[in-house]
């Protein structure tokens, strides 16, 4: 069973209580997006694109936008390579992400929700579904055409007097605090010292911002409200949970609206087993669209060459990663392994048409 069909049997049970009726506003929600599925060797160079230096994403940001007002997509964290970062937490089963966004798909909301399996005799006893929803979501904005930082657009919208002067200085004046966590961050450490690579961090950083859920409006006005408030526990530790997640997400975007088909898209058909499903008063499984990376004619060639089948071919392809030249992004593919200087496999690059 998939993450999402988790989330669509909450509404109603314990968890939806504890959470006041997210799960229940979530689930309306989700049965009108676009649902995606990432394939191991994708979710896997998502996380290689995380790794780009901040210059390299910010050169790439007008690219990003959702391909619907309203998308899911999940993966199995265990492909998501070493380089994710759990910080010695159970590591979930399952991840996925909700995109509401404007019409465009350049400004919206990310949320956030995972699947465990700690306690999953207590919760099949209880008839609940072990999840995770992070009640702070992320606000984006990565249209062209808007020059204020996402939070004080927020700050305008919520009331608060926030000019883009104040917001301007508040960046200046943190300028080493961001530099302090390029330090901290695993991936940018070595970047700290790049004036180039702290200004491309501070812009990403204007476009989006931390935001208590309006879905999770009666968690945060319960009595644990109080405990998620700046500096309590649990509020470190869900913003500790969001960490990395956004970037990951403008990744898979990234590779999704490469024009030339990085990422190859197919859509589910269970017409046959949703009308078995119905005579059995089940309810209906939702059709995801399907995605991998693509191979082309000649990676299928040299894969051939080389013995290789096509999903160990598309693996040896994950650790590309976007890099800008000739001003236009590119995507870099390593050749596969068992090539060199002497192999029938060459080092290739390949455009992508943004």
């Known amino acids: 069973m998939r993450l999402y069909d988790r989330i669509m049997s909450a509404p109603g049970t314990l968890i939806d209580a504890g959470y006041y009726g997210a799960y229940t506003t979530l689930a309306r929600e989700l049965k009108q997006a676009q649902c995606f599925i990432l394939s191991p060797d994708l979710a896997e160079a998502c996380e290689e694109v995380c790794w780009s230096r901040p210059s390299s994403i910010l050169s790439a ?185 956004f970037s990951y997400t403008q990744a898979f975007l990234l590779m999704l609206n490469s024009r030339n088909k990085i990422v190859s898209q197919t859509k589910e058909d269970l017409s046959r087993l949703n009308k078995a499903r119905g005579k059995n008063k089940k309810p209906p499984l939702k059709e995801f669209i399907v995605t991998d990376l693509r191979l082309s004619k000649t990676q299928q060639t040299r894969a051939g060459v080389l013995g290789i089948d096509r999903a160990a071919a598309r693996r040896h392809l994950v650790r590309g990663h976007f890099k800008l030249k000739y001003g236009q992004v590119w995507w870099w593919s390593p050749h596969m392994r068992g090539g060199g200087s002497n192999s029938p496999v060459a080092r290739k690059e390949y455009r992508v048409s943004l």
């Open 61 to 245: 940001q007008h690219t990003l936008r959702a391909p619907y007002p309203r998308v899911w997509f999940e993966w199995n964290s265990n492909d998501r390579d070493k380089r994710a970062r759990f910080n010695g937490k159970p590591k979930p089963k399952n991840m996925g992400c909700f995109l509401h966004s404007n019409p465009e798909g350049t400004k919206g909301t990310a949320i956030y929700v995972w699947e465990h399996k700690i306690e999953e005799e207590f919760c099949k006893k209880l008839n609940i579904p072990e999840l995770t929803m992070d009640p702070f979501g992320i606000i984006f904005d990565w249209s062209s055409s808007s020059e204020e930082p996402v939070m004080a657009q927020y700050a305008r919208t919520v009331g608060v007097p926030f000019s883009k002067e104040q917001l301007e200085k508040k960046y200046r004046e943190q300028r080493e605090g961001f530099r302090t966590s390029l330090t901290k961050s695993t991936k940018w450490k070595n970047l700290a010292q790049d004036e180039r690579e702290v200004e491309a961090y501070i812009e990403l950083e204007k476009s989006s911002g931390i935001i208590p859920l309006e879905m999770c409006k009666g968690l945060f006005e319960s009595n644990l409200g109080k405990d998620l408030r700046v500096g309590q526990p649990m509020f470190e530790a869900f913003m500790e949970d969001l960490a990395g997640e």
